[in-house]
């Protein structure tokens, strides 16, 4: 994989944010993606999301599997941590690395051939724990890399570039996440980065496990006619079921919106997502209610989007093992060693 660096020069006027960086300094190197590829505007999304969000880019931990999406790590934000891991064990490594730095912020960007085939088991697991990080799905419904066969989100009576339509049922990512307790799940469309950028904020401030899954339109392989992950496809199937806003911790809401129009949902830092309701009767604090919503849609022919459901109050997975909140990464060694009596009383256990 080969990676060109993108130039210093930027415009001097550029808007600042609160630690005087500019957009351009999230950037990183330049795509070697294909031009018109989903997946780059996903990536010009994620770039806004921290620049507005005003992260300390060393204090960001960007993580990765294999295949088209797994480059976009190496395209936003070139001075901060990352790990490009084997196929389909992003989660596992992310796992480790929270584990020992509960400090950074932690977004993993995979894709769906890398989430939910052979990294299946390792994303149910990171759902499980409530991992607290935001994970990001570019979901094509093809493996790009490896010349554009199925992969296990393609629905059922998508047709290939080339050969027969697809008949296995699909795995749909958000409901995975819905059934195994996520408690942030959001879906998007790349080309809506009004709706994305806001849904991204709040999953990188959200405390446990944030799912993110955003159809990113794969351009050589499957944007065909007869393609359910197309542009046009999409465009013309997608359906809002609310509109995102993200309100920092600062800002004053209640004079924003009329009464009735919005629902604010507080984030575990203070900051709210504000949410405009296009469907009246939605409920995306109720799972059954948001289980019950999209299995309607899907069988309607939608797309649904947006923000689905968010549960604020289950505890995220050093919350739940009872971790120190200091890094393990910053313990002295006699803060994570048990010493020899206790040493002494574990392994008297196995004797």
């Known amino acids: 994989m080969s990676y ?32 018109g590829c ?21 204090m960001l931990a960007k993580m990765s599997g294999i295949g088209c999406s797994s ?73 790009g890399l490896t010349k554009g066969q199925f992969s296990a989100s393609a629905d059922v009576g998508s047709k290939p570039k080339k050969g ?10 958000v409901s995975v996440a819905l059934a195994l307790g996520a408690t942030y799940v959001a879906r998007s469309f790349s080309g809506d980065r009004e709706q994305l950028v806001p849904l991204i904020k709040g999953a990188l401030t959200h405390k446990g496990f944030a799912l993110v899954d955003v159809i990113s339109p794969c351009v050589t392989f499957n944007d065909h006619e007869g393609s359910t992950k ?20 600062a800002a004053e809401i209640k004079a924003a919106y009329e009464e009735g129009s919005a629902m604010p949902v507080e984030l575990h830092d203070g900051s ?3 949410l405009r309701k296009v469907d009246k009767a939605y409920d995306p604090t109720s799972r059954a209610a948001a289980f019950s919503y999209l299995r309607d849609r899907v069988n309607a022919g939608e797309i649904i989007t947006g923000l689905l459901y968010i549960d604020g109050l289950r505890k995220e997975m050093h919350e739940v ?24 009383k574990i392994i008297s256990r196995y004797r």
């Open 272 to 274: 709210k997502i504000v």
């Open 164 to 173: 027969e339509p697809n008949e296995m049922e699909p795995i749909d990512p």
């Open 71 to 143: 480059k976009t790590p190496a395209y936003f934000v070139s001075s901060s941590h990352g790990f490009n891991s084997v196929h389909g064990r992003m989660p596992s490594v992310t796992t480790g690395a929270n584990a020992a730095n509960r400090s950074l912020t932690y977004i993993g960007v995979s894709g769906d051939g890398d989430s939910l085939s052979i990294g299946a088991g390792q994303f149910v697991h990171a759902i499980r724990r409530n991992l607290n990080m935001c994970y990001i799905i570019e979901n094509n419904g093809v493996y």
């Open 230 to 249: 197309s542009y046009k496809h999409t465009r013309q199937f997608y359906h809002h079921v609310v509109d995102a806003d993200f309100v920092p911790p």
């Open 38 to 58: 989903g997946h780059d505007s996903v990536t010009a999304a994620i770039i806004q999301a921290v620049f507005q969000l005003n992260i300390e880019p060393h």
């Open 321 to 344: 093992m009872g971790n120190t909140t200091t890094p393990l990464c910053q313990l002295p060694l006699d803060g994570l060693h048990p010493g020899a009596a206790e040493l002494k």
């Open 4 to 35: 060109i660096a993108k130039p210093k020069v930027a415009h001097p006027n550029l808007p600042r944010n609160k630690l005087g960086l500019t957009a351009r300094d999230y950037e990183g190197t330049v795509s070697t993606l294909c031009a």
